[in-house]
C-alpha cells in the first residue's frame, strides 16, 4: 500500500438536462445502457488504482443521482474493496432534487455515504425557470426532508447575482428568500457562487433579455450573504463556504491545502505525485480505455511535475481562499501587513488571512503576492 493518503474525486458526467448556464462537464438523455458502462468503467479504474489510505471520496457531477442508488451503491463498494477507507472518511454524493427519492436516500446512507449536497440554487421559482433547473422550491424542500431522516451533514448550493436583480446595490427579494429558508432548516453547509455567464451557454447567448447586477450590485450580494450567515452562526471558512461549527467539507479542505487527490471520470482532475493532471472530457473514450493501466488515459499535456515556485504560488493562492489562511516572510509578509492595515484581512504569527471585504477582492490581493 502506498504510504500517503488521498482523496477520490469521482465524476459522473451525467443530468437530466443541461441548464441555461452549465458549463461543466456533462451530458443529457443518458439510458441504463450507457449508465451501466459507465459504472462498469468506474469500477475497472477503481481497480487499477494503487492502494492508499483515503480519507475522503467526493461523488460529483453532473448529477450522480441519475444513475440511481443501486449504481451508486456498487461504485462505492469498488472503492472499498479496493483502496483502505478511513472509519471515518467523509464520503459526498452531490445531487439534485427530481433524481433522488427517500428510499435511495435509505439505500447510500446504509452503503455508507455520510455527506450529501443538494443543488438548490436559488429559492425563487422564477430565478429557477430562467437558470433552466428542473426543480422547484417545493422539490428541493421535499428533496431536502427526505434526506434529513438519513443525513445529518448536508450541503446546498445557492447562486447569487442572478439576473432578475434588477436594483443594482440592493440584495434581491428572492437571494433574501434563499438565505431565510437555508437558516430555517439549519442547513450544515452552504457554498454561494456568483453565476458566471459562460460562453456557448444558453443563457449567455440570450443574454440581452436579462437584467444582471453590475459589479456593485454583485459585491452588495456577497457581503449581504456574508454577513446574514455570519449573523445565522456559519463560519466563512472559504471564500464561497460556509457551515456551522463542524461541517465543514474535509474533501475541500484537502483541495485547499495542497493534498493529494485521484480523480476517477473524463474531465476529473487530479493532484498525485507532485503533477497535476486531468482526463479528456470523452465519455466514449474512458467507458473504451477502462482496461487500460491506472493514468494512461490521463491528459499528460498538463502533467508536467509541479516546480518549487509553483508549488509555492499554488500554496498563496489556495491558502488564501481560506480563513486559515498562508504562512508569508520577507518582502510578502510587508504587503500582507499593508493590506491587512487597510482593512483585508489579519496577520498572527505572520499568518496572513482574508477576512469578508479581502476574500470579495481576493483575485487581485493573490495576484499581488505571486
Ligand atoms: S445539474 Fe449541475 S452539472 Fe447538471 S447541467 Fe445543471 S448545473 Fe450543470
Known sequence: MESKPVSIYIHFPFCVKKCAYCAFFSVSGGNDEIYDAYTDAVIKRLRSIPRHRVKTVYFGGGTPTVLGAERLCRVLGAVSDTQEVEQDAEIT?????????????YKLSAAGFNRLSIGLQSADDEALKVLGRIHDLKAFLDCYDGAAKYFS???TDIIFALPYNRQSGKPSVGLHKTLEILKSIQVPHISAYSLILEENTPLSDYRNQYAFPDENGEEAEY????????????GHYEISSFALPGYESRHNIGYWKRESYIGVGPAAHSFYRNRRFSAPPDIGLFIRSADKPFMSDTDFAAAAEITADEAEEERIMLGLRTSDGVKLLGEKLKYAEKLADAG???I????????????RVSNFIISGLI
Open 344 to 346: 483585508y484581512g489579519t
Open 153 to 155: 451533514n448536508i450541503s
Open 348 to 359: 498572527r504569527d505572520g499568518i496572513f488571512s482574508l477576512n469578508d471585504k479581502g476574500f
Open 93 to 105: 454524493l452531490e445531487s439534485n432534487p427530481g433524481t433522488v427519492n427517500s428510499d435511495d436516500f
Open 223 to 234: 457581503n449581504y450573504i456574508c454577513s446574514f450567515l455570519s449573523d445565522s452562526g456559519y
